[in-house]
């Protein structure tokens, strides 16, 4: 068991989405005009304790969370020295917006940086500041206190990004926009304070400066000049990506496509997603939603996928017992050196009619934690969601977030004594903005205002 | 027929490098419509590249190394074959290219084919996904499989509500004359139980001879091995223990951008890996045992398309470089793979650290900068170490200037796949297992 050496250097987005006790969240995408400005601000959060850290549990009478963290070019406009921005991993020194990125995470036609509406070009991003609030006014007069704080800091804003409309199903799961539960599988993280025992994952996965799923092994931290690694210690690299979602269109195709085949709509999206609308996983001879959640299974009793089908979302975006080894042990070993810990929040209204689409934007403020964006989100994205041939498969990407590649926008319902497939179909999700950050621990952040 | 590894190794000559780099790079950016040639046409092709390894400046004093042409062609029957179908098809090409390197012959077809022969340097060690399958037998499963999915597309709804068996007839009477698939290569079927009975044998014979069962003289040479074994692993130590791994950190290099620039923009990747041998005859001899080792095992057990848990190669070799210029020998890398450079480093360390840390320890990028730290050849270290691995094999990279791949649209899994739905057509045994393929 891995023990963190202090909580109250880690940020505390690693350990918590404040989903319970901040209602309200906004994401500040900004741009530093006056590095010189910045830097005493960013001092200023540190010293007054403002960036909210491990430590500080939320309860009740906790008005505000603050947490912060900085891109590449964020690093380079706080002037870091060319040794030290190398010391970054090379995706993250590339960037998000980058061709080869792009082209490894399927950002290609309607996803691609040139039509996002920030993260590129002129709207690229140095500085993340997320602020979550206990409720609508405390929310309004700290979003008016900090935005004019960034004037004085030589901040200017690209775009803010507000956590929308939350909804709960009766097992308490938050509902995405689809209608589906989520965050029900983030893995429990060895060392973590809400992990009990010894955890599924190893710390070093989502924190650098700790033992990594391979062989406990530490993961390449970022230094600093002379502090060296323990500038990268207790931090890590942080994903984030607006993905609008068509909820109109999912749902008007879903009621169609399954009329055409004679099974009902949820069959047919629960197939995709590879879970009911509870969250229950899809078991073979299985055609109705069971409505209890339970999250152990591990694949090895449905191996064809005709319960769960091999191509469908859940499966691609954690194989876990199935596939990836000789045994189920191994398969699982290899699973879990790709994991991602998601703390992203949905953004928008609940569509009311799911087949009649209103015009407005809704979708899902993706956010990750990784120690290695390579390894973890970019590999989950590529070799598992956008990959054609995963688990043999041969000429289908995600069904429900893959890419905009019309011609494996095709996915096949393993079955007995025949699989069906669905051909042909749009689209549903759609890459808005995105960039790579890193987030450093407190006293980094100190470290960086002081330079 | 059987897949060979052709590697034609020639040295370029120095003024005209990059006349050829000129020539070659447009062909490999526009690898399906160029002009000069359409690799499609050459029946026995399945992957094919061309690149150059840059000439280096070993130690002071002595004379800098040439550049070296590498041509990696992964064929189905002989090189000679292959070598003369290419030249009538396209003689301007490979007069044009080879125009480029010392010792080229002259246009004449019967010389410029025994150049390349001459050149030619296989493998010292040669894996193949799925010995026996030509390239026209990969085209022909792909149509097989295409004509019968669209059958169950269009008719599905009837077709599910019968049995396993009166489906398999449908398809079966839908696909008229289809001519059956050709028996699996001996050692396909057989090298895996030939290969545990060479290991059976071998153990027989030492332990029965170490307690004398079969004479003092066998006994003798048991004992002989057992003591120049013991004296291996220990020279093997002392080497490791004064072994320095490499430590320079990540950087964005033009080289690396280079070779990222075309990766992971389709299916398919090629991995290109030229590294120096650490110096010594030790060193030199322990990797060609290695390779001795890999080829057999390549041979008679990872004959199905999994090479020791790796299910994403279609073709791999490995070449020690001809020559020593100023003491240095280098091993060449070659690998034709599905997915992303990302996925594929990561399965060789998930599935095959021992393999591959056997071959690389004897390895390093230069003086001081060695394969990292491993103990007992390939026993512990290594390629665990998954960050320095991941950095000493970018580090080794080369780009390619010319990569044919003939089906960039099929995997290792989706080919064996298409040939296990072919061979089903012709067979009624578990029929509700054969229509999972599909």
Not at chain 1, 63 to 72: F, K, P, T, V
Not at chain 1, 308 to 334: D, F, Q, W, Y
Request: hydrophobic share 40%; proline share 4%.
């Amino acid at each position: 068991m891995t023990t963190i050496d202090k909580l109250e250097d880690v940020q505390g987005i690693v350990f918590s989405g404040y989903n319970k006790y901040m209602a309200n969240c906004s994401y500040y995408l900004l741009q530093i005009d006056d590095a010189g400005k910045t830097k005493p601000w960013l001092k200023n959060l540190v010293e007054q304790n403002q960036i909210s850290h491990g430590a500080d549990k939320p309860t009740d009478e906790t008005e505000n969370r603050i947490n912060l963290a900085l891109s590449y070019s964020g690093f380079e406009k706080l002037q870091l020295d060319k040794d030290s921005l190398y010391s970054f991993e090379l995706s993250f020194q590339e960037g998000m917006d980058s061709e080869h990125r792009s082209a490894l995470l399927g950002d290609r036609g309607i996803n691609d940086p040139s039509a996002w509406d920030w993260g590129s070009g002129a709207k690229r991003v140095d500085l993340l500041f997320i602020l979550f609030s206990k409720n609508d006014a405390i929310h309004n007069a700290s979003q008016k206190y900090h935005e004019k704080a960034f004037k004085g800091a030589g901040l200017s804003v690209v775009q803010r990004l507000d956590a929308g409309e939350k909804k709960q199903d009766a097992n308490g799961f938050t509902l995405e926009h689809f209608g589906f539960a989520d965050g029900i599988s983030d893995p429990q993280v060895d060392g973590f304070p809400s992990t009990s025992g010894a955890g599924e994952i190893a710390t070093g996965e989502f924190l650098l400066g700790y033992p990594n799923q391979y062989d406990g092994k530490l993961t390449k931290m970022p230094q600093l000049g002379a502090v060296g690694e323990a500038f990268g210690k207790n931090g890590t690299y942080l994903v984030l990506r607006q993905l609008k979602q068509d909820v109109g269109a999912f749902w008007q195709f879903m009621e169609e496509e399954a009329a055409r085949q004679g099974i009902t709509t949820d069959y047919l999206a629960s197939k995709f997603v590879g879970r009911w609308k509870s969250g229950a996983v899809v078991e073979p001879n299985q055609d109705t939603d069971p409505g209890k959640v339970d999250n152990s299974f591990n694949f090895t009793k449905d191996p064809h996928g005709t319960g769960c089908p091999l191509g469908s979302h859940i499966r691609r975006a954690n194989p876990r017992a199935v596939g990836l080894g000789a045994t189920a042990e191994e398969a699982l070993k290899v699973a879990n050196r790709h994991r991602i810990l998601r703390r992203g929040r949905s953004y928008g209204n609940f569509l009311e009619n799911p087949v009649k689409d209103d015009g407005k934007e809704r979708g899902l403020l993706f956010i990750c934690l990784n120690a290695n964006i390579e390894r973890q989100f970019e590999f989950v994205q590529h070799t598992w969601i956008n990959s054609v041939k995963f688990a043999g498969l041969y000429d289908e990407d995600d069904p429900l977030i893959g890419s905009g590649v019309a011609e494996n926008r095709n996915f096949t319902i393993q079955d007995e004594p025949l699989r069906r497939r669905v051909c042909g179909f749009q689209q549903f999700v759609t890459t808005r903005g995105g960039s790579y950050f890193f987030l450093p621990s407190l006293s980094a952040l100190g470290l960086l205002g002081n330079s | 027929m059987q897949q060979n590894p052709m590697t034609v190794i020639t040295e370029i000559l120095p003024d005209k490098l990059k006349e050829l780099e000129d020539y070659l790079g447009p062909i490999g950016t526009d690898i399906k419509n160029n002009p000069v040639i359409k690799f499609a046409d050459y029946q026995y092709l399945h992957y094919c590249t061309f690149f150059v390894i840059p000439g280096d400046h070993p130690s002071p004093g002595s004379s800098p190394t040439p550049a070296l042409l590498a041509f990696e062609a992964n064929i189905d029957g002989t090189a000679k074959q292959f070598v003369n179908d290419l030249i009538a098809k396209n003689p301007e090409f490979v007069n044009k290219v080879y125009g480029c390197c010392a010792g080229y012959p002259g246009n004449d077809a019967g010389q410029l084919a025994s150049f390349l022969l001459t050149n030619d340097h296989g493998a010292n060690a040669f894996y193949v996904a799925h010995p026996g399958q030509t390239r026209d037998t990969v085209y022909r499963q792909r149509d097989i499989r295409q004509q019968i999915e669209t059958y169950i597309d269009a008719n599905r709804d009837s077709l599910a509500t019968q049995d396993p068996a009166a489906i398999h007839a449908a398809i079966v009477q839908q696909l008229g004359n289809i001519p059956k698939p050709e028996n699996r290569p001996f050692l396909t079927l057989y090298g895996d139980k030939l290969f545990t009975g060479l290991l059976w044998t071998l153990g027989l014979v030492l332990v029965g001879g170490f307690f004398g069962f079969f004479g003092p003289f066998v006994e003798f040479l048991v004992v002989l091995a057992l003591v120049a074994a013991v004296v291996y692993l220990l020279a093997l130590r002392w080497h490791e223990m004064r072994d320095k791994q490499d430590d320079t950190p990540w950087v964005k290099t033009k080289e690396r951008e280079a070779i990222q620039r075309v990766e992971d923009r389709q299916l398919q990747n090629h991995l290109t890996s030229v590294i120096e041998i650490k110096p010594g005859a030790f060193r030199f001899y322990t990797l060609k045992i290695v390779l001795a080792a890999i080829n057999l095992v390549a041979k008679l057990v990872a004959t199905k398309g999994n090479l020791s848990g790796i299910v994403t190669i279609h073709f791999a070799r490995w070449v020690i470089l001809p020559g020593n210029a100023g003491g240095r020998r280098r091993l060449l890398f070659m690998s034709n793979y599905d997915g992303s450079w990302e996925n594929y480093l990561g399965e060789f360390i998930d599935h095959a650290s021992l393999g591959l840390t056997a071959v690389w320890s004897s390895t390093q990028q230069a003086k001081d900068r060695g394969f990292p730290d491993t103990q007992w050849l390939a026993i512990k270290g290594g390629s665990r170490d998954e960050q320095r691995f991941k950095n000493f094999a970018r580090n080794s990279q080369l780009p390619e200037l010319v990569w044919y791949s003939a089906y960039t649209d099929l995997s290792v899994k989706n080919i064996e796949n298409n040939r296990h739905i072919h061979e089903g057509l012709f067979s009624t045994a578990d029929l509700a297992a054969w229509l999972k393929c599909l």
